[in-house]
């Protein structure tokens, strides 16, 4: 009769033990879960990057500031919408004690950019009529 409460009791811990595992392994579950959801939010693009105060901003706000400077319809457009931005995350770093670059990020290579005129092999370049031998 010993031997049968000893594996009553033995079963009754690996029960306990079972579910405590079986929680613990939800628990991990559900935590990694949460930290991929936050990191998926905050995932920062190359892009985003680009965009000055980017660190200050909320994903939905670096896509909307995206969208005005697509819909600019002159330059001078763009440079005002620019200018408001950079004033804004100047104002909001300050607020938050942090401090940006004077200067927002270089602009990369939009439509047009990169090769231009005296940019690479232009007209003159290379081997030409007459040149070589005969």
């Known amino acids: 009769m010993k031997l049968h409460n000893l594996t009553t009791i033995v079963a009754a811990i690996l029960a306990m033990s079972g579910n405590a595992y079986a ?12 930290q991929t959801k936050t990191q998926d939010r ?6 985003d990057r680009q965009i000055y105060g ?5 994903a939905k706000e670096r896509a909307e500031y995206r969208e005005r400077m697509r819909k600019a319809k002159t330059a001078e457009e763009r440079e005002q ?3 408001e931005h950079h004033e804004r995350m100047k104002a909001r770093a300050k607020e938050r004690g942090m401090k940006l670059p004077d200067e927002p990020p270089a602009r990369g290579m939009g439509p047009g950019g990169g090769m231009g ?4 092999m232009g007209p003159g370049g290379g ?7 005969r």
């Open 42 to 47: 905050d995932k920062v693009t190359q892009q």
């Open 117 to 120: 005129p005296r940019d690479g």
């Open 81 to 83: 919408l620019r200018k």
């Open 23 to 34: 929680a613990d392994k939800d628990q991990t579950r559900t935590q990694d879960k949460d």
């Open 54 to 58: 980017y660190q200050l901003m909320t």
């Open 127 to 133: 081997m030409g009529p007459g040149g070589g031998r």
